[in-house]
């Protein structure tokens, strides 16, 4: 009974009938009363307008009451009403409580704590009444203003609601929407995936979530983000869904594109791999093959020069005969000639020894084995293997090896081999005879000559200590427009069972093996001029490239 009395305003129309109300409301004992009482309707709305009220009363014959209703609710929307009447109208009643009233109380029936009542129970549901308003105009502005398509089914999937948003999407009205379902404005398959998600949604008690295609009904095809949850009444019963959509199709198609890009690059990647992993086989197979070119024509060297040698080592086996037929005739025999014929025998052995020895080595098949080695020697036992062929073609061969040549790294068969290639080229580019000039020399680059091709400027520096070797004849020469030729495999100027043109093919491949330099031009004089650079051994800075392990463990290949 404390605070601020209720300020009522009570219409009646006789003020006789206002005292005894009065009195039987503060006597009530449920709170405090302030009644004001006005004769009639334009004086209850002025004081409506004036000051403030908590509960309207009217104290009226029903009919009377219905009309000054509406009137009094429009003035003060927010002040309860309640209807007092001395006879019972139950039409009037239900109609009093429609228009707005909050209680429709018959007098006979009514004693002062039961109108006390009604009238504080008139307020506070007032009060409730305007907060559920409230908080509805709150959700309502918020489902209407938000950038998402909301809309809500029944268990059957038949619309309940639709947001603006939602209903202009379908092109419908709510009215339109409402009690229909999916199948009505969709596409039966589109419809029945949503039905089935729905069904999905009721099932699990869960929310959904999936970014999808969808269809307008103008047909437009796009990418919507969906979220639908079960919806539950006060009671917690579940009775129906909602979903709430958006369009993302421009976030969709862009990650797709971002996808796409990505998967495109793995699959550049792998090709990518695995064109390194077949380019990686063909330089192996590459190496492969230039090896077994080396060999075969080294094989064939050897094939043309078994003629020389034969007759290389038949000298030697000559005078070994003449020797041993020489210590058969014991009669003739006398100390001091003992001694020179055995001499000449014992050199005839070593003779014969070192040719078949050279022969055996330039034939075998080993792999590079680069070892620091005198270039010049490499270059007497060449000349030695080609002995027969200067002979035979009347060619001098004058060797002008410079003394105290510093190591280089070498395979010794292999440099032969390079050797006797070039000589023999040399021997047949002087078919009435001539010179062979093989010159050796070392000296540190001042700069890298580019005449001596762009190989040099790859492989060498300014400053290196390098050995150079040079293999000139007194021959034909080269046809200038040949130059550029003659290191191309199988480029020959010679007949047939003479020369295969792959001489200076092997010749510069086993030099770069070396990582060295060869180059060929015409000199001065006429005649050719092979050049032949190498690193001095200790100066080099390259690792001597090794054939690969495969080819150690075949040797037969
Ligand atoms: N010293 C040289 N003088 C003149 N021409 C040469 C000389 N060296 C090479 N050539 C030319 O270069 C060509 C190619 O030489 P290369 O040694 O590669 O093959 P080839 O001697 O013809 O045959 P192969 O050496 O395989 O038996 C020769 O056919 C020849 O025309
Ligand atoms: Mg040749």
């Excluded at 002040?79 to 006979?108: C, F, H, K, M």
């Excluded at 559920?132 to 038949?158: C, M, T």
């Excluded at 004058?398 to 510093?406: G, H, K, N, R, V």
């Excluded at 520096?461 to 550029?484: F, M, N, Q, S, Y």
Aim: glycine residues 6%; aromatic residues 6%.
């Amino acid at each position: 009974m404390n605070g601020e009395p209720i300020q009522v305003l009570l219409l009646e129309t006789t003020a006789a009938g206002a005292a005894p109300l009065e009195n039987q409301l503060d006597d009530a004992g449920v709170a405090r009363f302030a009644l004001e009482r006005v004769g009639r309707a334009e004086d209850a709305i002025d004081r409506l307008e004036k000051n403030h009220v908590d509960v309207v009363l009217l104290h009226l014959p029903p009919d009377q009451a219905l009309r000054v209703l509406p009137s009094v609710q429009q003035r003060a929307p927010s002040v309860p009403v309640v209807v007092l009447t001395d006879e019972e109208n139950e039409s009037a009643a239900v109609q009093a409580v429609r228009g707005g009233a909050q209680d429709y109380l018959i007098r006979s029936k009514t004693d002062a704590r039961t109108l006390a009542h009604g009238l504080r129970y008139a307020i506070e549901r007032k009060r409730a009444e305007e907060a559920l308003q409230k908080s509805e105009a709150f959700y309502h502005s918020l489902v209407e203003s938000l950038p998402q398509n909301i809309f809500r089914k029944d268990l059957l999937g038949r619309f309940t609601f639709g947001n603006g948003r939602f209903c202009k999407e379908i092109g419908k009205s709510l009215d339109q929407i409402v009690e229909k379902t999916d199948f009505d404005f969709f596409p039966a398959d589109l419809a029945a995936k949503y039905r089935a998600d729905d069904q999905g949604v009721i099932e699990s008690g869960k929310a959904f979530e999936v970014i999808e295609e969808h269809v307008t009904p103008v047909g437009e095809k796009l990418y919507v983000q969906v979220i639908k949850t079960p919806v539950h009444d006060a009671a917690g019963n579940l009775i129906g869904t909602q979903g709430i959509f958006w369009d993302v199709s421009e976030r969709f198609r862009s990650e797709e594109q971002l996808k796409q890009a990505y998967a495109d690059l793995a699959a550049k990647e792998a090709e990518l791999l695995e064109t390194m992993k077949l380019l990686k086989a063909s330089h192996e197979e590459l190496i492969q093959a230039q090896l077994q070119l080396i060999q075969a024509e080294k094989l064939e060297s050897v094939g043309r020069l078994a003629a020389g040698v034969a007759h290389e080592v038949k000298n030697p086996l000559a005078i070994l005969l003449m020797g041993l037929d020489y210590l058969a005739e014991a009669e003739t025999r006398e100390p001091a000639a003992d001694q020179d014929v055995m001499r000449a025998m014992r050199d005839a052995v070593y003779r014969a020894d070192v040719i078949v020895r050279g022969l055996v080595d330039f034939s075998a098949n080993r792999r590079l084995d680069a070892i620091p080695q005198d270039l010049n020697a490499m270059i007497q036992r060449s000349l030695l293997l080609v002995k027969h062929e200067l002979v035979g073609a009347h060619v001098a061969a004058i060797p002008e090896l410079a003394e105290d040549l510093p190591p280089v790294l070498l395979d010794p068969t292999k440099i032969q081999q390079v050797f006797v290639n070039l000589f023999m080229n040399a021997i047949q580019a002087m078919p009435r005879g001539g010179t062979l000039t093989v010159r050796t020399r070392a000296r540190r680059l001042q700069s890298v000559e580019r005449d001596e091709g762009s190989r040099s400027a790859e492989r060498f520096r300014a400053g290196d200590r390098v050995v150079i070797a040079e293999v000139e004849d007194t021959g034909t020469g080269i046809p200038p427009d040949k130059l550029v030729k003659v290191f191309d495999p199988f480029f020959t100027t010679k007949p047939t069972g003479r020369g295969t043109g792959l001489g200076l093919t092997v010749t510069r491949k086993i030099v770069e093996l070396h990582h060295g330099v060869v180059s060929i031009a015409n000199r001065d004089g006429g005649g050719a001029r092979v050049t032949l650079m190498f690193k001095a051994h200790g100066s080099e800075s390259h690792a001597i490239q090794r054939e690969p392990a495969q080819a150690q463990a075949h040797p037969g290949r």
